[in-house]
Structure formats: C-alpha cells, structure tokens
C-alpha cells in the first residue's frame, strides 16, 4: 500500500459514508459532520485519458477511464478529489495499487479553475513536494 502524508488523530472515512444509505441522492450527516476536518480514506487512484491537474479522483476499486469527452462522467458518483497543495500545474503521477491519503474533508459541489466538478474533496497538508512512500506491511 502507497500512503500520502500519514499522521495520526484523524477520523477514517469510507467511500460508503459519503452518501444517505435511502432516499435521493445526497450527502450523508456523516460526510456533512467531517466537512473541514482531517480524515483518512484507502482506494485506487483512477486512470484517466484526461486526468485533472494538480489532482486526482481517489475510487473504492481500481478504474482505468477513457473518457472520449465526457470528461469525469464515468467516475462513481462516490469519487473523491484528491487535491495537492500546494497545487501543481500539470497532472499526477499515476500510481498503481491501493492508497491511504489523508488531508482536510470538504464536501459540497465546486468547480475547478480546470472545470473539474466535484462533490467531495480532501485537500492534502502543503508539502514542498508531494511525498509518497511504501508502507511496511
């Protein structure tokens, strides 16, 4: 497992505690609770034709998307924008396999100045560079 900017007091978070289980479609009171504050979460880092810059869309299973100009409507409605801080201009680095990333939950639609839309965010801490490394298992 790869695992971004780990440290310890924060509230895990899962990609089934983003939505209300019944009823249309909304945030749950568990995401809306944990907006602004630190949180964890483990997924797969989608593939994209097209990925956003200085981001990327964290998913409960791997996901490989040629988008063909739908831009992210092919992302499970329960993605994560994972957003680096400071920004970076271009795209993010693939990386393969499950991760860990932790950072401050934001929840509520928002456009990016790239047009990326998004329902939920975890900005990651500021970091002269983005810091990756292999956990011991």
């Known amino acids: 497992m790869v695992a971004l900017l780990l440290t310890a007091a924060v509230a895990q978070l899962s990609f089934s505690d983003l ?5 249309p479609l909304r945030p749950s009171r568990r995401a809306e609770e944990l907006s602004g504050k630190r949180v964890r979460i483990e997924g797969f880092m989608a ?16 996901l490989e998307l040629d988008e063909g100009g739908g831009g992210s409507a092919d992302l499970p409605v329960e993605s994560v924008l994972v957003v680096l801080t400071p920004p970076e201009e271009g795209p993010v680095a693939p990386i393969r396999g499950p991760l860990r990333v932790e950072g401050r939950f934001e929840t509520g639609r928002m456009v990016s100045p790239d047009g990326t839309v998004s329902l939920f965010r975890i900005v990651l801490d500021p970091s002269p560079q983005p810091r990756t490394h292999k956990e011991k298992r």
């Open 47 to 62: 593939r994209m034709e097209i990925p956003p810059r200085g981001a990327f869309w964290l998913c409960k299973s791997p």
């Open 19 to 23: 939505f209300e289980a019944a009823g």
